[in-house]
Structure formats: C-alpha cells, structure tokens
C-alpha cells in the first residue's frame, strides 16, 4: 500500500512563492511516476506537473509557464513542486499522486495513488 502526504500549502500574495513536498511510503519508489495535480471549486482535477521515476525527466502543464519546478529526491522518497510567481488562479487543492510506470501521465485516471491534497490560495 502507498501512502502519500502533502505538506507546504498555505495563503500567499499575487507574485509570491510556496513550496510543496510530497512524502512517499513505498518500496522502490524511483519505480514510480510522480504527478502534481490541482483542484479549483467547481472545476475538474488538471495536471500541474510531473516527474518519471530513475530517469526524472519533467513534464510541465502549459499554464506553468516556467513558473513551477518539479523535482524528486528517490533517497528520501519525496518529491517537490516549487512554485513562484503564483497568480490568483493558482489556487486550489493541490494532490500528489503516483502510478508505477516509467512514462509520466497527465490524466488523473491513471494514477493508482493519491494524497489528501493540500491548500494553496493566492490572494490578488
């Protein structure tokens, strides 16, 4: 069973800057994709970024725009999203999520884990 727990959501200004973690409870987790996903009220679930497994390559939703930095430490079994330059329409809950597989998918309805999501709200 894989256990995911986010943690660095919070309350920040137009421009500012929030980082999330995502710790993982899972055997080999390098075996793993890793995926930020967020929530708006009222709006599905969309693909933010996500990270393939040994290799670590990124892939970036286009709304990023060079704001966002995935990153994965397999020692520690965490995985980050570092987010600057965050807009109003940044917010929402923000899901870690893992699927065993090397290739990073950007639908939600592939991934097998998901944590209980994290808050981030940006104010204008």
């Known amino acids: 069973q894989v256990q995911l727990v986010e943690s660095g959501g919070g309350l920040v200004q137009a421009g500012g800057s929030l980082r999330l973690s995502c710790a993982a409870s899972?055997?080999?987790?390098?075996?793993?994709?890793m995926g930020w996903f967020r929530q708006a009220p009222g709006k599905e679930r969309e693909f933010v970024a996500g990270?393939?497994?040994?290799?670590?390559?990124?892939s970036y939703a286009n709304f990023v725009q060079g704001r966002f930095t995935i990153s994965r430490d397999n020692a520690e079994n965490t995985v980050h999203l570092q987010m600057n330059i965050l807009k109003p329409d940044d917010t929402g809950v923000y899901y870690c999520?893992?699927?065993?597989?090397?290739?990073?998918?950007?639908?939600?309805?592939?991934?097998?884990?998901w944590g209980q999501g994290a808050q981030v709200t940006v104010s204008s």
């Open positions: 990270v393939a497994g040994s290799v670590g390559g990124a």
């Open positions: 999520a893992a699927v065993r597989q090397i290739g990073v998918p950007t639908s939600p309805r592939f991934y097998s884990y």
């Open positions: 899972v055997r080999a987790f390098s075996t793993y994709a």
